[in-house]
């Protein structure tokens, strides 16, 4: 279970999952060594573009799960179910809505903001939101 409003320690629960299996490690271990080797050779640019696509599949996860963290206003613990990191809330949260919410806008501002510098980071994310979206929208017609 993770405190209330402890970012630091909600982001460290939520890198154990998201670093907790030996594919998510060994990923992150290529990723270094091939940017290693691109930087070495002097392929920079297809390697850049592949961290970018890796590291925003990351930075999408941390970025949906901490904005439905701070808005849902109650203890959550960090599960990991059906291949997908979820906040599961311990008691009743204030506002589920707000959290759903905030827990959709903020990578899409992330990914939208990010569109213009680096645009593979940026449309991974939108996509990312885009499908979460959809998924959200289909367990409230069900």
Not at 3 to 13: E, H, I, S, W
Not at 51 to 78: C, G, R, T
Not at 93 to 115: E, K, N, S, T
């Amino acid at each position: 279970m993770v405190a209330r409003r402890d970012v630091p320690g909600f982001l460290k629960a939520l890198t154990a999952k998201l670093l907790g299996t030996w594919l998510s490690r060994l990923l992150v271990l290529l990723l270094l060594a091939a940017s290693l080797v691109g930087v070495l050779t002097g392929c920079y640019s297809c390697i850049a573009n592949v961290a970018e696509i890796v590291l925003a599949f990351f930075a999408y996860a941390y970025v949906h799960e901490v904005a439905q963290f701070l808005f849902i206003d109650s203890d959550v613990e960090v599960a990991y179910e059906d291949g997908a990191l979820t906040l599961r809330a311990v008691g009743e949260p204030r506002w589920p809505r707000l959290a759903v919410a905030c827990g959709i806008v903020a990578p899409g501002v992330l990914g939208a903001a990010a569109l213009g510098s680096f645009p593979a980071f940026g449309l991974v994310v939108l996509l990312l939101t885009l499908i979460t979206l959809l998924r959200y929208l289909a367990d409230e017609v069900e």
